[in-house]
């Protein structure tokens, strides 16, 4: 009897970690086409380690998963003709199965929060860090006219752009009074 228990939780456990290694396998891949896409279509990343990219090996990587399975954290080197860099990308899955095996098994959806590359040893002997997600640029307007619809005035950075626009003309106007005197 307990040399079937034995048997028997022997199984269970060699189950849960190969599903355990599975899941993080296909959570590194998944991880690994986001991060080849983004590092392609973006051409600073391409010229810093030179044309073309190529993710390293699996074993070389690292895979966090938070406790929920919710969100992913994931660090792999990618490497191009002159310099190498590793880069982490966090995501958040978009609903569905709790396990993330299963989730990753059906074709789920991760979302990328975060998408940083650290490039060793830029110029002065220090890492170059950069993101490789494309980045709006904010509309200072709209958001200038949010900010007053809501009551608040106008925010810190409109203020020191408005003065520093104003400043060149006070000076000018004052040199123009001087010439008139």
């Not at 640029?137 to 950075?157: K, R």
Request: hydrophobic share 45%; glycine share 12%; with cysteine.
């Amino acid at each position: 009897m307990l040399r079937r228990l034995g048997g028997i939780a022997l199984v269970g456990a060699t189950t849960y970690m190969v599903a355990d290694a599975t899941a993080d396998a296909l959570m590194y891949l998944k991880a690994k086409s986001l991060v080849v896409a983004n590092a392609e279509a973006n051409e600073r990343f391409k010229a810093e380690l030179g044309a073309p990219l190529a993710a390293g090996p699996w074993y070389n990587g690292s895979v966090a998963v938070s406790a929920e399975g919710h969100i992913a954290t994931v660090t792999l080197p990618v490497r191009g003709s002159r310099r190498s860099s590793d880069v982490t990308v966090r995501v958040v899955r978009k609903g569905g199965l709790r396990s993330t095996l299963l989730y990753n098994l059906t074709g789920g959806d991760w979302e990328v929060l975060v998408m940083n590359a650290m490039i060793g040893m830029g110029p002065g002997g220090r890492p170059i860090s950069m993101s490789l997600l494309e980045q709006e640029v904010p509309d200072m307007a709209a958001a200038a006219a949010a900010a007053a619809a809501m009551g608040h005035g106008e925010c810190l950075p409109c203020q020191q752009q408005a003065a520093q626009q104003q400043r060149p003309a006070a000076a000018a106007g004052a040199a123009q009074q001087a010439q008139g005197s």
